[in-house]
């Protein structure tokens, strides 16, 4: 395929690459100008659309910057399951803790399950962000593309349903991957463990018992999740990626204003994911009666309430330290192997045409 036939836009630059600092001298000049900036002798010429990636190559990009990120970040996937499941439902200081921190917990888990127990369901964690983040990244490159995101709000909510759309399609892999990293030994168990013996006989234990249906169970504590999640990410790294653009701490085009906003867009990412992963990771794990419904919540709104009952507000931030730990580098990997690929196509597109 040619480069002209992955692009339907003129050839521009990245929609995630750094503004040049000519534009921005122009932008500045244009402020200071005398000129009123709307008389009917100053042509203001249409702003142009950034370009178009062929959307397949543009979901593959998405899947593979995650997938890259992801193998580097699940044992911290580990032990913030195992973390967030600890003591549940059960008030402070009435249960024995196995994992205190992001350290002590890589410790005992590599301790107990050996090296391999660091890297508990990476398979199917590499399927849901996969699946996940190439439809999420790629539909929200295509709403940059046509215009969507320029909108007042547009950004926000672009990220927030390509979010719920990568989530809900995902869910299956999330699910698998939350019974796998809750899986250890007796010893040091948490929460409820649904012995598997691999990411087969999961999915294949799940759809016998539950039916397909059952594959899609806890998804509606997902798709909030990633909903907020996706929205803070994306909107954030692009609205930093401009800011650290506009100071011109860097040379433009350089990898590390995508670096610097991918870490700003970490911690923003953790703050407001953090209780909404912890709904998640209990509603995944829940055991189910013979009507396959869930023992311990009815559904998001139920496990929200019974969290604050019985843990404390400070119950929906379990797990912060990896969440944050975990979310912060893979939000840098991913941003930025993303931002790189998406540059490096471009690239070779406009060499190409």
């Known amino acids: 395929m040619t480069g002209t036939q992955l692009m339907n836009y003129p050839t521009t630059n990245s929609p995630f690459s750094s503004p040049s600092s000519n534009s921005i001298l122009l932008q500045s000049a244009a402020m ?7 008389s009917r002798t100053t042509s203001v010429p249409s702003p142009q659309l950034p370009p178009a990636l062929w959307p397949p190559l543009d979901f593959a990009l998405g899947a593979l910057s995650c997938c890259g990120a992801c193998v580097f ?18 008030a402070r200081g009435s249960y024995r803790q196995h994992y205190r921190g992001v350290l002590q917990a890589l410790w005992v888990v590599g301790r107990t399950d050996g090296l391999r127990g660091l890297q508990k369901g990476l398979s199917a964690g590499l399927m849901y962000q996969g699946l996940m983040n190439g439809v999420r990244l790629g539909f929200y490159s295509y709403c940059d593309t046509v215009g969507f995101t320029a909108a007042p709000g547009g950004s926000l909510m672009s990220g927030a349903v ?8 995902a869910s299956p892999a999330y699910l698998v991957k939350t019974h796998l990293q809750a899986q250890t030994v007796e010893a040091i168990a948490v929460g409820h463990q649904h012995n598997h013996q691999g990411v087969s006989s999961a999915f294949a234990n799940i759809y016998r018992r539950e039916g397909v249906v059952g594959l899609w169970r806890g998804v509606n504590g997902a798709v909030p999740r990633v909903m907020v999640g ?22 433009p085009n350089s ?11 970490g911690v923003a990412v953790t703050i407001t994911m953090t209780p909404f992963d912890v709904i998640s990771t209990r509603l995944y794990n829940q055991p189910v009666d013979e009507r396959h419904r869930g023992r311990l919540y009815l559904g998001f709104s139920d496990c929200l309430v019974k969290v604050c009952r019985t843990e404390g ?29 998406r540059q490096r196509a471009f690239q070779d597109v406009q060499n190409e045409s």
């Open 230 to 251: 996706s929205a803070a990410q994306l909107a954030t790294f692009s609205s930093a990626k401009e800011w650290v653009a506009r100071l011109q701490w860097y040379s």
């Open 73 to 90: 970040t699940n044992p911290l996937e580990v032990v913030k399951t195992r973390l967030q499941l600890q003591g549940e439902l059960r």
């Open 255 to 265: 990898w590390l204003v995508a670096l610097t906003a991918a870490c700003i867009s």
């Open 32 to 38: 200071t100008s005398p000129v009123p900036p709307f």
């Open 313 to 341: 507000f400070l119950g929906l931030y379990k797990g912060m330290g990896p969440v944050f730990f975990r979310l912060c580098p893979h939000t840098v990997l991913s941003m930025l192997f993303w931002d790189l690929m």
């Open 162 to 169: 390509a979010g719920a759309l990568g989530a809900f399609i």
